[in-house]
């Protein structure tokens, strides 16, 4: 695990001391060891700092090299199957000097090319430098837990890990992206390869990307795609036989490091999963869990206690209170594009207890988008049983109405609104944030609205509407918001966090196999896993409790630092949003109205902006 950058160019570069200044940028990801190396022509350089997890020797310092085919990479993540592929590749001849997984890549490289890939089992963001075909070769795991951002101009390509990495290069633009900004507040995270930053982007999940160092032109393409659906149906207990297995040795291979390791506990079915299948991995295991006081329901501490008291597990808790307002303007600097999710907060510091005591942790992200665990996926389901039959244009009408007569934040505006749903083809457009007048009065009318046509166009086209809701999750909820959310946080702390869940095998099994009625009806959700949880966890752990890592944000909004900072933020004179709009919002918290995650949006947005200095 580490922070890694660089440039690549067609034309000689002059060797500034951006490389340096972007590994100071990364120290957080990478505070054990760092390196900086330039190709003898000046026109590739490469830079990494390093969280030493595996082979904790010099042996894995980067860049690496492999000098006799004139190969060169930096490398963020881990190869939870370099043992196999190691074995594999030393069966072929490949001699290895050290035990680490990036010296495995390099040699999978060398052996099949940038066709190894899909041999890799991992989370990972990495630069391949092949100097025989003048080429560099970037590429991002198939989930997206790892990030990659690149400027591209004139046969140049500056790449890092982090946006902010890019921008201490004082030479690069920073000027917002319409679109970009429009899609944030329709979603709450800046939606697919854009960036908030007009002329960055993003590598998407699953996606590689090629410079020719000779033309300098680069190509983006997709190496792996979500499988078909192909469910089996007769088969329950094979399935849920098939599910224990895949996630035991996927837990099993993620627990493998020469530091010690964690579990975040929640105490909610995916953790206690993990947890399950851990002490079945390891002899000692350690468990962490957050709470907060006053929060009431929103604890999680007695659930988590429940499961660490049954499998013997050595659980440590942390207490937080609600002044974490102070935490509110680092985190807008630690995310690269402004994002809307509040349970960033406990995200930081259920990582900053788990650092003091490990350097890699195991979460349960993936869960809820594998196996049906969201609410909203059964009141999908339930919204199709009763309203399904109604002609479109009716519903549409209902939903018009309440966009234009009720306000934000209204109770039961949001249900009125997905009436317009077609269930034939289409999804619900996100609801928690600002729809498109809303944005309108935002923005004072000064950009496009258009993120409505772009969310839709990343909706699959498949006849099972269960398979597009957990499919687009996939695509957009988990890689844009979930993992973004815990890579910014955990690495803020130099935290490395895995999750078993995105094991690309799982990953294929729960959208290949499991039919959708094993995941979730109008009734019930996450259905095969609780089967599961039945069958390995204690016989009170209660499987039809959820509960996300949450914060009583609305509560915090009443009085105290989050609002007095809210408030503050949003009614200065600088605020880049319309200051009529805002101040309903404000007044409508103030009544009684659902708003705080929509404040939420537009402080960190403004938060984000003063920290990377960027104008109106």
């Not at 599961?532 to 009443?558: E, M, N, T, Y």
């Amino acid at each position: 695990m580490c922070g890694i950058a660089g440039v690549a160019s067609r034309h000689e570069l002059p060797r500034s001391g951006w490389l340096g200044d972007a590994v100071g940028a990364l120290h957080h990801r990478g505070p054990d060891d760092t390196g900086q190396w330039w190709s003898p022509d000046g026109r590739v350089g490469l830079a990494q700092a390093r969280l030493a997890i595996i082979d904790l020797s010099p042996g894995g310092h980067q860049p690496m090299h492999r000098e006799a085919d004139r190969l060169s990479v930096v490398f963020n993540g881990e190869i939870y199957n370099f043992r196999d592929l190691r074995a594999e590749l030393e069966g072929l001849g490949h001699v290895f000097r050290s035990h680490s997984d990036t010296e495995v890549l390099l040699a999978a490289y060398a052996q099949w090319g940038i066709g190894c890939l899909t041999r890799l089992n991992g989370m990972f963001a990495f630069a391949i430098f092949d100097a025989r075909a003048n080429k560099v070769y970037f590429a991002r795991d198939r989930a997206g837990e790892k990030p990659l951002f690149y400027h591209a101009a004139n046969g140049t390509i500056h790449f890092a890990s982090e946006l902010k990495t890019l921008l201490a290069d004082p030479t690069l633009p920073r000027v917002i992206d319409p679109a970009a900004l429009d899609g944030y507040l329709l979603t709450g995270y800046v939606p697919g390869d854009g960036c908030i930053l007009a002329g960055y982007r993003k590598l998407p999940p699953g996606h590689a990307m090629e410079l020719d160092l000779s033309s300098g032109a680069h190509r983006v393409w997709r190496y792996w795609n979500l499988p078909d659906y192909a469910p089996v149906e007769d088969d329950d207990a094979g399935l849920l036989g098939e599910l224990e297995a895949l996630l035991e040795d996927a837990v099993g291979r993620q627990l493998v490091a020469d530091v010690p390791v964690g579990v975040l506990l929640s105490g909610g079915v995916d953790s206690s999963l993990i947890t399950a299948m851990a002490v079945r991995n390891a002899a000692k295991v350690r468990t962490f869990t957050i709470g907060f006081a006053g929060a009431g329901p929103l604890n999680e501490i007695e659930h988590a206690r429940l499961i660490a008291d049954h499998f013997g597990t050595e659980q440590v808790e942390l207490m937080a209170e609600p002044t974490v307002a102070e935490l509110l303007p680092r985190l807008a600097a630690q995310f690269d594009e402004p994002m809307a999710d509040s349970s960033m907060f406990p995200t930081f510091m259920v990582s900053e207890l788990v650092r003091q005591h490990c350097t890699v942790a195991l979460g349960g992200d993936g869960g809820d988008e594998l196996f049906g665990g969201y609410g909203h996926y059964s009141q999908l389901l339930a919204l199709r049983a009763k309203v399904g039959a109604v002609p479109g244009p009716l519903r549409s009408l209902a939903a018009r109405t309440a966009e234009t007569l009720l306000p934000l934040g209204f109770r039961g505006r949001n249900w009125l609104k997905g009436l317009d749903v077609d269930f034939r083809h289409g999804l619900p457009l996100p609801s928690g944030f600002f729809d498109a007048a809303s944005r309108r009065k935002l923005l004072g009318g000064a950009h496009p609205i258009t993120a409505e046509a772009d969310y839709r166009s990343r909706i699959p086209a498949m006849d099972d509407l269960l398979q597009r809701a957990t499919r687009t999750d996939f695509g957009t909820y988990l890689s844009e918001d979930i993992l973004v959310k815990v890579d910014r946080t955990s690495m803020l702390t130099s935290l490395e966090v895995r999750a078993p869940f995105l094991d690309h095998r799982l990953i294929e099994f729960a959208f290949g196999k499991v039919p959708s009625r094993l995941k979730a009806t109008a009734s019930d959700k996450k259905i095969l896993l609780k089967q599961l949880a039945a069958r390995v966890l204690p016989p009170q752990f209660d499987r039809q409790r959820k509960q996300g890592f949450s914060i009583p944000l609305a509560d915090w909004l009443k009085a105290g630092p989050f609002r007095e900072m809210f408030w503050s933020v949003l009614t200065d004179c600088d605020c880049l949003f319309d200051r009529r709009a805002v101040q309903a919002l404000l007044d409508g918290q103030d009544a009684g109205r659902s708003n705080g995650d929509r404040l939420f949006a537009l402080a960190q947005f403004e938060l984000w902006r003063r920290a990377y200095g960027i104008g109106g």
